[in-house]
C-alpha cells in the first residue's frame, strides 16, 4: 500500500502510478503506463468486476470511507468515496491475476463484460476497448 497525495479529486477506482517521494511517506501522482485488464463479470450491485491481465506500474486507489453517515449504507460504501484534491489517498499495487470491482462511473467508456481495460492518462479513470 502506498500513500498519495491528490493532484486533483480521485474516484476511488482509478488506477495511478507512484511518482516522486514528497514526504513522511507520501509519494506524487503520475500516470500509470501499462496497466491491461479484462472485465470478467458483473457484480449483484452491478460493479464491474476487473481482472488484471498486466499491472504495468499501475496502483489502484482504494481509501476506506470515512464518514458519520452510514444510513443508508449506500452511502458509506467505497465505490461512492472520493479522494478530494490534496489529500492522501490510499493506493494498493497491483498484480498479475488481481481483480477488483469497480462502478460505471469508474469508466470514461461504457463498459461491458469481456471487454479489455486499459487506462485513459488524462482521467485515469478506466477505459475499454
Known amino acids: 500500500m502506498f500513500n498519495l497525495k491528490a493532484d486533483k479529486d480521485y474516484d476511488n477506482g482509478v488506477v495511478v502510478a ?16 501499462g496497466f491491461e485488464g479484462t472485465i470478467i463479470d458483473i457484480a449483484a450491485n452491478g460493479n464491474f468486476i476487473v481482472h488484471v491481465d498486466d499491472p504495468g506500474d499501475g496502483l489502484l486507489v482504494l481509501t476506506p470511507p470515512f464518514s ?23 493506493a494498493y499495487e497491483l498484480v498479475k491475476d488481481d481483480e477488483f470491482a469497480v462502478s460505471a462511473e ?22 475499454t476497448a
Request: aromatic fraction near 12%; charge should be negative; proline fraction near 3%.
Open 106 to 127: 469508474g469508466f470514461d467508456t461504457t463498459p461491458s463484460k469481456g471487454q479489455t481495460v486499459t487506462v485513459t492518462a488524462t482521467t485515469r479513470k478506466l477505459h
Open 18 to 33: 507512484k511518482n516522486q517521494y514528497l514526504e513522511d511517506d507520501v509519494y506524487s501522482v503520475k500516470d500509470s503506463t
Open 68 to 90: 458519520y453517515v452510514t444510513e443508508p449504507a449506500r452511502f458509506a460504501a467505497e465505490d461512492q468515496y472520493y479522494n478530494a484534491k490534496d489529500s492522501i489517498m490510499r
